[in-house]
């Protein structure tokens, strides 16, 4: 396949000759393709229209079609792409769904007609941050051609705003609202949308114009319930031996809301039948105000335990002085013991406490581009340009606050989940909290924009083999600026000593939890801290513990400036062998040139090296260059008009994020004592991109209007992944032991997805609006790299097994559909001391277990313009269960909520 791959190569080089045309190139995302905005009405429209995208791609992909202006068919962009095979997702914080990963890869391109889009300095982009009635479709490239802007191992999604020139008639407004309320956060959120669109001719031409608007507010809780780390009692309080409880018991709740503002414009201008000159423009915001209000137990520092039962599971293993597992054979003080992991305790004397992380965030996304298209009978030429701008803030305020001596009753394992009782419900009273740790600031605002330009040129060719040359440029100039603090003063006296009470706070500084943990307490509130007042008073709890007023200057080692150019070049030729009849053969070949230049700038800090013990700060610059030459080819046999099989090969880049190539490093001051290793952290500007050879096979089926099936074979080389790593570096003469991201090998993935819909037209009058959809995925990954503590094992973060299966029905002005997606456990991190769940230290992880959920819709058409519609998200109730690597010791349950909602859509 390789040696395939090297003359397919070969020959878009000839390609370039034979056509004479010069092999400059563009990098441009899937250059938006007018023949896929397909306007439609109705859900079997809808998968119509994504079918035949599929159906007719040069590569493999796999779309999402709005079913009417403003209406994806799932409430997010995130939980539409779950239903897409190979596409995995995780439930966020405040209940949405979001992180989607292709294939088992995180690392994905995502672009908004056909230009870059990000998040704050990161490289990829927060999905949950566009809102979805701003979507008319979304394209899921899985394998890659040189015309795709490089920077997505996994793949590139693509999403598509609305047009003028998709609809047909000249003005249309389109209104949508939906309310929905969710069962644990008790409150109604509603989102809405209005659309306006116009087409006029202009002499010989003809202009369209679109304004749409969109604004919804999501109120959210979302209780989490923990185990902390196992620990041998043999270390902790009196009463109990050779028992494996856990260190800690607590939970959480993210409790508040946010709101996204949105807004975007079109304008379209055909200035004769072959030149087309466009403007549009963006803006989308995130606001959100929350609190993680913690509930905690401090087990190990209690005074004694009792009652204490152990389990049947048993084991030898090594642990050191504090109860923890350890390989250090050689300390006199580790020592191996018979443990069992236990099942129920008591633990008295022990401190209960509680904590506020008082959350602001706000995000703020601006695209603006334009261009010009000519396309005549054998020239395409398009040429963009674009400018974003993302701005990202967060704000955190914590404080701590605890009580002592409670005894406190524990389930180790209760139907996959702990369960916590403490005795008297000491903190469902107000009075006797005392200030714990900290005051604690966490602030961090980044800002990057990135102007691009692209030209994109397509020139058909008669002849019998090539069909058309594709080349083109793209030239992007991004920056991007980070700045954060975290930190902040301990309260003066003794920790844990002074009453909350006692400091002239106001009556209202400890209230209620807005929501409660089944598990814990029974279910019962309990007092924190007010999160509205630590967000409004910052400055008077700032003088309480100490600190001046204002907020805490930014730490210099964590802050840091990037500059990123990049020039790519592509060149791609389509070809195409008619066998005679309806079958034919044809392809691409092409290859990606990528040229990026970058500096980086950023602080190293020695702790305490200045004069008077003060930290001494030394800028730091690099600047780095990279060049890459990302080949590609593929080839589709179409045997009939309804069966196709496709080949496919091309090797991907993901470029390491700006904060990972931080050049900055925090290192310890020399001296105290010689036989503890002097430690530093800090970014890694010599990290390689990410880079991978994927291959794909695919058999594709269509029948009928609108049905199909389809099998796929997958397979992903993987070298020079990034992950944290540790080393001994010898800096000013002193020896460090530092952490930083390292480039540290190989993986590969394999797999099979299996994807089709049916509608069963051939069923009697009334059953005739039934038809089924469904997609199963397999997705088998090896870390391959030699010595690294993953190698053979899976991926983190991928499920081997997927799946999603539907019903559904359109008929007589009802569109109803019913969806279960369901995921098998995956290893979600490695605890890289191990857990003291079994001797085998060296490969143990915090698993999650298998989950799936149900979501349902139906609709009426009360009028052919007018449409309402009931909604359910989740309706079975599926948590996140997950585990220190024996099922027999949980670590979290996490509550994810049901949500039901109704909507109403007006189009004229």
Known sequence: MNRIARSLIWTSSALAIFAGI????????????????????????????????????????????????????????????????????????????????????????????????????????????????????????????????????????????????????????????????????????????????????????????????????????????????????????????????????????????????????????????????????????????????????????????????????????????????????????????????????????????????????????????????????????????????SKNANRTIIVDTAKHGASVDIIVNDGGHGTTVMQGDPLGNPDGFVFANSLFQDLSKSNSRQYAFKLDSAFDIESNFLRQFQVGLRYSDRTGTFRAVAGGPNFPGANRATLVSSVGLPSDFMVLSPDSIPYINNGAHWYTPNPDYLLSNTDDLRALYGAPAGDPAWDPTRNYEAAEK?????????????????????????????????????????????????????????????????????????????????????????????????????????????????????????????????????????????????VAGYYRKLKDRVAPSNSVQVINGQTYLITQPRNLGSSKLKGIEVAGQAFFDFLPEGFDGLGVMGTFTLADSEVTTPGDPLEGKELLGVSKYSYTAGALYEKYGITARVVYTWRSGYNESLFGAGTLTSPDYDSQFNKVKSNGRLDFSVGYDVTPNITVTVDGVNVNGGKYYSYFDSPAFPHDIRIDDKFYGASVRVKY
């Open 22 to 389: 010069p092999a400059h190139a563009q990098d441009a995302a899937a250059p938006a393709d007018d023949s896929a905005d397909i306007i439609v009405t109705g859900q079997r429209a809808s998968l119509e229209a994504a079918r035949n995208v599929k159906r007719n791609s040069d590569l493999v992909v796999d779309s999402i079609v709005a079913e009417d202006i403003g209406k994806l068919p799932d409430t997010s962009v995130a939980s539409a792409l779950q239903r897409i095979a190979g596409v995995q997702v995780q439930n966020g914080f405040n209940n949405e769904i979001q992180n989607p990963i292709i294939r088992g890869i995180g690392d994905i391109l995502t672009t908004l007609d056909g230009r870059e889009i990000f998040t704050g300095v990161g490289r990829g982009f927060s999905f949950q941050d566009l809102p979805a009635e701003a979507i008319g479709g979304i394209d899921v490239y899985k394998s890659n051609s040189a015309n795709l802007i490089e920077g997505g191992v996994a793949g590139v999604i693509d999403m598509k705003l609305q047009k003028p020139f998709n609809f047909s008639k000249g003005f249309t407004v389109a209104a949508n609202g939906r309310v929905y309320r969710g069962d644990i956060s008790g409150e109604t959120s509603y989102t809405g949308g209005l659309l306006v669109s116009n087409r006029w001719d202009a002499g010989d031409g003809e202009m369209g114009l679109l304004v749409d608007v969109s604004y919804g507010r999501n109120n959210f809780s979302r209780p989490i319930s923990s185990n902390c780390d196992p620990r041998s009692s043999n270390h902790g309080p009196a009463g109990a031996a050779n028992i494996v409880l856990p260190t800690c018991v607590g939970g959480l709740t993210d409790t508040g809301h946010n709101t996204r503002p949105q807004v975007n414009a079109a304008f379209q201008w055909q200035i004769t039948p072959e030149l087309q000159f466009y403007l549009d423009g963006l803006y989308t915001g995130y606001r959100s105000t929350f609190a993680t209000n913690f509930i905690f137990s401090d087990l190990f520092a209690g005074s004694s335990i009792t009652n204490a039962v152990a389990g049947n599971d048993c084991f030898s293993g090594l642990v050191d002085s504090g109860g923890f597992p350890t390989t250090d054979a050689e300390n006199p003080n580790n020592r191996i013991e018979n443990l069992c992991i236990g099942k129920s305790a008591t633990f008295n004397g022990v401190d209960v406490l509680t904590s506020t992380q008082a959350k602001k965030q706000r995000t703020d996304q601006y695209v603006f581009g334009g261009g010009l298209k000519w396309d005549s009978d054998t020239v395409h030429l398009v040429f963009d340009g674009s400018y974003i701008q």
């Open 566 to 710: 990049t020039w790519a070049a592509y060149i791609q030729g389509k070809y195409q062998i008619d066998l005679g009849g309806s079958s034919l053969i044809d392809g691409l070949v092409g290859v990606r040139l990528v040229d990026t230049k970058r500096t980086l700038d950023g602080t190293s800090r020695v702790i305490g090296a200045g004069p008077n013990n003060t930290d001494l700060f030394n800028p730091i610059s690099r600047g780095t260059r990279d060049f890459y030459a990302l080949p590609n080819a593929s080839i589709r046999f179409r045997a009939t008009p309804n069966l196709q099989f496709r080949a496919s090969y091309a090797k991907t880049v993901a470029r390491p994020t700006f904060g990972d190539l931080n050049p900055g490093l925090s290192l310890a001051a020399p001296g105290g004592n010689p036989n503890v290793r002097l430690a530093g952290s800090g970014g890694n500007p010599d990290l390689k991109a990410q880079m991978s050879d994927n291959f794909d096979v695919t058999a594709e089926y269509y029948f009928g209007r609108s049905s199909y099936v389809s």
